[in-house]
């Protein structure tokens, strides 16, 4: 592609492809090569999981507002603090019996501009709030090829905490799977309250990712 094309790819035609063998919503020369992808919320979410399921294979990832898993997760080896599952199922209730109104009151939440052009139907946002409950690709992350940036605002509530007050990515540990940048008093409407630090943060890593290229 030549150099400063931007594509958008709509998170329902993304998922599809990756859930449900759909067509891919992409042209092929976008799925690996010198192409960035980035991703927002869900968007993030799908984002890594065609990365782990190497559907795409870009030359670095860009993750906005997401963390590697959205539910929390008590049993096992691995703990994780995300969003309750009854708070999930809440959600997905609440969708269910009023769609319009649950919209409404996550933006309202979440501090979310008026969005235009986004899915509203039933079936297509329960489809979502339930592939979003799939994803944990932890175990995965470190062993990624690609570098993956990820930016992240320390007061959205959707993104876990640890116990010691740490982003999930600082507890993760950085290396270049986990680099990124947390802006502390940012929420989930990060791309909106503070596109321009995020703008400018961008183009300080491309900078930082090239320079690493010729260490």
């Not at 998922?15 to 991703?39: E, I, K, Q, T």
């Not at 049993?75 to 409404?104: E, F, M, T, Y």
Request: with cysteine.
């Amino acid at each position: 592609m030549p150099s400063g094309h931007l594509i958008t790819v709509d998170w329902l035609d993304l998922g599809r492809w990756l859930f449900c063998d759909a067509a891919c919503p992409v042209p092929m020369v976008l799925l690996s090569g010198d192409v960035r992808w980035l991703g927002w919320s869900l968007g993030g979410s799908l984002l890594l999981d065609a990365l782990a399921r190497q559907k795409i294979q870009p030359a670095r990832a860009v993750i906005v507002s997401t963390s590697p898993r959205f539910l929390a997760n008590n049993a096992g080896q691995a703990p994780w603090p995300g969003i309750s599952h009854a708070n999930w199922r809440a959600l997905r209730q609440q969708v269910q019996r009023d769609a319009p109104s649950a919209l409404a009151q996550f933006d309202r939440w979440l501090h979310l501009p008026s969005l235009t052009c986004r899915q509203t139907q039933v079936v297509d946002l329960v489809l979502g709030l339930d592939w979003l409950a799939k994803i944990d690709q932890r175990a995965w992350l470190p062993h990624a090829k690609m570098p993956i940036c990820w930016v992240d605002g320390g007061q959205d509530p959707l993104l876990p905490k640890t116990k010691e007050g740490l982003t999930w990515r600082q507890s993760f540990g950085e290396q270049r799977v986990v680099f990124g940048v947390t802006h502390p008093e940012a929420g989930h409407d990060l791309p909106w309250s503070h596109h321009k630090q995020l703008t400018q943060w961008l183009l300080v890593s491309e900078k930082y990712l090239l320079e690493m290229r010729h260490v």
